[in-house]
């Protein structure tokens, strides 16, 4: 999802959309620590993601 998607959402779903991102991030981080994957590059790219909702999340703090 990128930028322009999430300034369209409200606190309360970028709020949801952190949670599954970071359930995402550490059920992949297991998966890999188990050898069940081998997708590490996607863990790369769900840390950007979680950091890319965090980012709009304090922009919309400190409009309100």
């Known amino acids: 999802m ?3 998607e999430l300034r369209g959402k409200n606190a309360a779903e970028l709020q949801q959309e ?3 991102l970071l ?3 550490f059920s992949l981080r297991m998966q890999v ?3 069940q994957s081998n997708k ?3 863990l790369g790219k769900l840390r950007r993601a ?3 909702v965090k980012t709009i ?3 919309k ?3 309100a």
Request: no cysteine; net charge positive.
């Open 23 to 25: 359930r995402a991030h």
């Open 18 to 20: 952190l949670e599954s």
């Open 2 to 4: 990128n930028a322009k």
């Open 33 to 35: 620590a188990t050898q």
């Open 40 to 42: 590490t590059a996607d």
């Open 61 to 63: 703090a400190g409009q």
């Open 50 to 52: 979680v950091a890319r």
């Open 57 to 59: 999340m304090r922009e």
